[in-house]
């Protein structure tokens, strides 16, 4: 729920791709301009507003499928492994256009219109909870265990309202 590689996961712990439709969305990210695997995880990260970022481990075997495929090519750039479509990349992209365009449309739906400043901002807020909570767990005794429950639940009850309305 607030860490990407804790004890806690929200609803999005999956991520919003079915299996193998990261391979569109990288393809799509470097169909315009070169980029790493870094950077593809960063603004992917960024279009969700903070909601999800891919692990490495989900993006560079994607990037060395395409390549193996033939669909990318990679070239050192400042130290770093810097990724560009192919002409054969592009031509599978092309054919797919469809498909790509319904993974876009999904993600757009997944990740949200609401305000991206509106949604960081209480996506931090969130993580704030967690992380105080993943260093401090270990030192409440049971009633300030049962306190931060009833807190939690009573936080709960009210955003849902709030959410529903």
């Not at 193996?68 to 990679?74: D, H, I, L, N, P």
């Not at 219109?113 to 931090?124: E, K, M, W």
């Amino acid at each position: 729920m607030f860490r990407k590689h804790g004890m806690f996961h929200g609803p999005w712990r999956e991520g919003p791709f079915q299996k193998g439709d990261m391979k569109y969305v990288i393809l799509d990210l470097i169909k315009d301009k070169p980029r790493h695997g870094y950077e593809i995880i960063r603004i992917l990260e960024e279009r969700s507003h903070g909601l999800y970022a891919p692990s490495p481990g989900a993006v560079y075997p994607t990037l060395q499928l395409l390549e193996e495929m033939g669909y990318v090519s990679a070239a050192e750039q400042d130290g770093k492994k810097v990724y560009s479509i192919t002409e054969e990349g592009q031509r599978f992209l092309s054919e797919r256009v469809d498909f790509a365009e319904g993974i876009k449309k999904h993600l757009k739906e997944w990740w949200g219109g609401g305000d991206p400043g509106d949604i960081r901002d209480t996506v931090a807020e969130y993580g704030k909870i967690g992380q105080m909570l993943a260093r401090r767990f270990r030192g409440l005794d049971s009633e300030k265990m049962r306190r931060v429950r009833e807190v939690l639940s009573r936080a709960y009850t009210e955003i849902e309202g709030i959410v529903q309305e």
